[in-house]
């Protein structure tokens, strides 16, 4: 059981490339979440996908895309990077069928750096 | 508690003391809490979380207290050691069923052996 997996590790971007972020989740969550974390900052919500088929706006969605690929794996685009996008990105996971934790169980994080 | 730009709060303890962490949140709607540990170069991870219709929990360790009156959150860990050096967050649910989270900016704890 790997719980919250995130692929790359880290990535370096030129300005107006574009890329994806993958997440994939093993324990059959409902829910998935997007964040970024800038330095000396507490997480913000980009995207969210409170079940399979469904994706809704964060905090801060402009610049980003997301697709809820299937009820394990929740993706993030970057169509056109820019330097305000570097920063670490974390996925999260949720399963809100109650309990007594419906807390968010997170991934390690793809670090990100656009030039 | 909280920051302004990119300075963190810090909390500096011996080893063995009892560790206080405090948060102010935002929301007087908010209904559940949840206190989060985050290593250097790791994600978030969970704690002890604390719903709105209570006041205070226990976990190992750790207890949360809740006081809405105020909308404070504290973390409080007894006998620290230094594998609890860490930047720890507190977030609110103020998303309703959805359960987005408002992270506070954090506070970096220092164990000193």
């Known amino acids: 059981n790997a719980g919250v997996t995130q692929t790359p590790k880290f990535q370096v971007l030129k300005t107006g490339q574009s890329m994806t972020l993958q997440c994939a989740q093993d324990m059959n969550h409902n829910s998935m979440y997007w964040y970024r974390q800038d330095p000396g900052m507490g997480l913000r919500l980009i995207y969210y996908s409170a079940s399979e088929g469904t994706t809704d706006k964060g905090e801060v969605p402009n610049g980003y895309n997301v697709s809820r690929l299937n009820k394990r794996e929740f993706s993030l685009r970057l169509e056109s990077a820019a330097p305000s996008q570097t920063s670490v990105y974390f996925c999260?996971?949720?399963?809100?069928?109650?309990?007594?934790?419906?807390?968010?169980?997170f991934g390690p994080g793809t670090r990100l750096l656009v030039l | 508690g909280e920051s302004v730009g990119l300075h963190l709060p810090t909390l500096s303890v011996q080893e063995g003391d009892n560790s206080i962490i405090n948060c102010a949140y935002s929301n007087s709607a908010s209904d559940y809490f949840i206190w989060y540990k985050q290593e250097s170069g790791k994600g978030p991870q969970f704690i002890i979380d604390?719903?709105?219709?209570?006041d205070k929990r226990q976990g190992q360790r750790v207890t949360v207290l809740l006081n809405k009156t105020v909308k404070h959150l504290s973390l409080q860990i007894a006998a620290t050691q230094p594998g609890d050096s860490a930047v720890y967050f507190c977030a609110e649910n103020s998303g309703g069923s959805n359960y987005k989270l408002t992270f506070g900016k954090g506070t970096l704890l220092t164990v000193n052996p």
């Open positions: 999260a996971s949720r399963n809100p069928s109650g309990g007594i934790q419906e807390t968010q169980y």
């Open positions: 604390i719903r709105s219709n209570m």
